[in-house]
């Protein structure tokens, strides 16, 4: 169970900052080439950010404090 759970995390994180910086580029304007790299980039970023933010807020519940 533990790794079903941690598959869907890893899904969802993905899935978020995809759909953010797919916004966030159609919000600025981005089209083609440039605007599929900076989607990839910016979602890459942000789906990293939101895992690692993730294992760091259960890590501390863990702990307790």
């Given at each position: 169970?533990?790794?079903?759970?941690?598959?869907?995390?890893?899904?969802?994180?993905?899935?978020?900052?995809g759909?953010?910086?797919?916004?966030?580029?159609?919000?600025?304007?981005?089209?083609?080439?440039?605007?599929?790299i900076?989607?990839a980039?910016?979602?890459?970023?942000?789906?990293?950010?939101?895992?690692v933010?993730?294992?760091?807020?259960?890590?501390?519940?863990?702990?307790?404090?």
């Amino acid at each position: 169970m533990p790794l079903i759970l941690r598959l869907l995390a890893i899904f969802a994180c993905g899935a978020a900052g995809g759909v953010v910086a797919w916004l966030t580029v159609s919000w600025l304007g981005g089209t083609g080439v440039g605007g599929g790299i900076a989607s990839a980039m910016i979602g890459a970023f942000l789906a990293a950010s939101l895992w690692v933010g993730g294992v760091a807020f259960i890590d501390t519940v863990k702990r307790g404090r």
